[in-house]
């Protein structure tokens, strides 16, 4: 059974960054209010590959729609008590000349400065530190050696200490669009801006090392209008009452974002960068996937922290209505809602086989309002209460493993080929990604209690569920440490270089 885990998104400096914390170490809460996937808990949790979604904050995060309230001190007390940011660090995404791009090149730096040689002593429990370190590293062989992995991906005596950082973004944004001052630009101004980002951060890397600080992938979308692609519904009640995702909510793919796509893609001359499709908005997931399937190569598609809607088609899935009612039909759908989440921003059936067939991957969010719908939520927590940790684990987990079995019981119902169902599925937390966790896997120092409960608790429906009859102790181990550790590496192994 793996030893280490992977991690497919996580936010890890998220909170450091924006709150101004010394380092990327630095825990001012541990042990009573840890952090949920900063390094020191991946160090705890066993967690050696990290894709790290580094994600300039949108204005729409610090701009309130209550009250037509706009950039006063109600979004200074939002951004306060949502990620925790000081009023200073307000002001500056508030700013009407802001910058994504720059912030994005700021926030490369700062995790760079905490990486490797420097370390870190970890509290691994509250009387106990140990020393760590990680590296960003550049694609996939140099993985491979800082971590000593041989060829079936086994860990060796590096991961005892050692955390590998493969850099990605979370939205397009982060190219310099959809900030205040680009708003009025036309097409010709926003490509040529585009094109000049995309060409120094294909080309980003420490001094002497260029293109080694090239992300493997980024999202075209996220939770505001970027000037390039239509997002999803994505925020829940009151915060969406507060902050104003309407303009470009389901929109279509621009010009301008059909532009970036082709140049993140092109490898003629530089490392192509793949394409997240999480956040995306139903009609500029129809674009994408059509895109792909005129192309003359094979790209994967990815959706790095999602969960499964149970609905067959994207038709049947899509939510209708205008942007200033799509978030009330959303809230409705999930008061109704039972096992899955339907909203229309998770996967299909349709797409979980479009990801299978393009030999994807995605990665399971453990927000618990994605992992399941309403019903089961409830149901959940009331089960869970008053529990024990090791029946609170087993309980918790449920949700989770439905989404495995859903993913992997519709690949095999639609190809008949039991050996291929698991390859696609990863864990991807969206830790510190401002997300209401399950409980009892609230934190990345819980990865090992999630993978020795993930292989028990499959091992229990191996008499019943059709994906797991038939399937020995050994089968279910391998399983388990596909989704935990393998496909996240196999992934990088084919497409990091």
Avoid at 363 to 379: C, P, S, V, Y
């Amino acid at each position: 059974m793996a030893t280490y885990f992977s991690d497919l998104h996580c936010h890890s400096t998220l909170f450091s960054f924006n709150r101004g914390y010394a380092d990327t170490w630095y825990e001012r809460y541990f042990p009573v209010f840890p952090a949920q996937g900063n390094f020191a808990q991946l160090a705890r949790g066993k967690v050696r590959v990290v894709m790290v979604s580094v994600y300039p904050i949108e204005q729409g995060f610090v701009t309130a729609r209550s009250l037509l309230l706009g950039t006063g001190n109600i979004t200074d007390l939002i951004a306060k008590v949502v990620v925790g940011m000081p009023k200073k660090r307000v002001n500056e995404i508030q700013d009407y000349n802001h910058d994504y791009y720059h912030d994005l090149v700021t926030e490369l730096n700062y995790l760079q400065v905490s990486a490797d040689p420097v370390t870190q002593k970890v509290f691994i429990s509250p009387f106990k530190r140990k020393k760590f370190r990680y590296r960003i590293v550049s694609d996939f062989n140099d993985l491979k050696t800082l971590l000593n992995l041989d060829a079936g991906f086994n860990p060796g005596p590096a991961c005892e200490d050692t955390i590998a950082v493969v850099l990605t973004i979370e939205g397009a944004h982060s190219l310099g669009v959809g900030q205040r001052n680009t708003l009025q630009w036309d097409t010709n101004d926003l490509e040529n801006k585009l094109r000049d980002n995309i060409t120094k951060l294909k080309k980003a890397g420490p001094p002497g090392k260029e293109g080694a600080w090239c992300p493997f992938f980024i999202t075209l979308s996220h939770h505001f209008w970027n000037q390039l692609s239509g997002h999803s519904v994505s925020l829940w009640e009151i915060i969406r009452k507060v902050l104003d995702q309407r303009p470009g909510i389901n929109n279509k793919i621009t010009e301008p974002g059909e532009f970036v796509v082709n140049e993140l893609l092109n490898s003629d001359s530089s490392r192509r960068i793949l394409i997240d499709c999480a956040h995306m908005s139903i009609n500029v997931r129809r674009w994408y996937y059509d895109y792909l399937s005129k192309r003359s190569d094979t790209i994967p598609v990815i959706v790095s922290h999602t969960g499964v809607n149970g609905i067959a088609t994207m038709a049947a899935a899509e939510m209708h209505g205008d942007p200033d009612n799509i978030h009330d039909v959303a809230d409705e759908l999930y008061s109704k809602s039972t096992e899955f989440n339907p909203w229309d921003v998770f996967l299909t059936d349709e797409e979980i086989m479009i990801i299978h067939r393009s030999g994807g991957i995605i990665g399971l969010n453990l927000d618990q309002r994605i992992m399941m719908g309403k019903k089961t939520l409830d149901e959940i927590k009331k089960l869970a209460r008053f529990k024990s940790a090791d029946d609170a684990l087993a309980i918790w987990i449920r949700p989770l493993l439905k989404q495995i079995l859903h993913i992997a019981g519709h690949i095999l119902s639609v190809t008949g080929q039991a050996e291929m169902i698991w390859d696609n599925i990863s864990m991807g937390s969206d830790f510190n990604g401002m997300i209401t966790p399950i409980k009892a896997f609230k934190n990345a120092g819980k990865f090992p209690a999630l993978n020795e409960t993930m292989f028990t608790e499959l091992k229990k429906l191996s008499g019943n569920e059709v994906t797991l009859v038939g399937k020995s102790e050994a089968d279910i181990m391998e399983i388990t440490d596909k989704i935990m550790w393998k496909n996240n590496l196999k992934f990088l192994e084919k497409h990091f270089h």
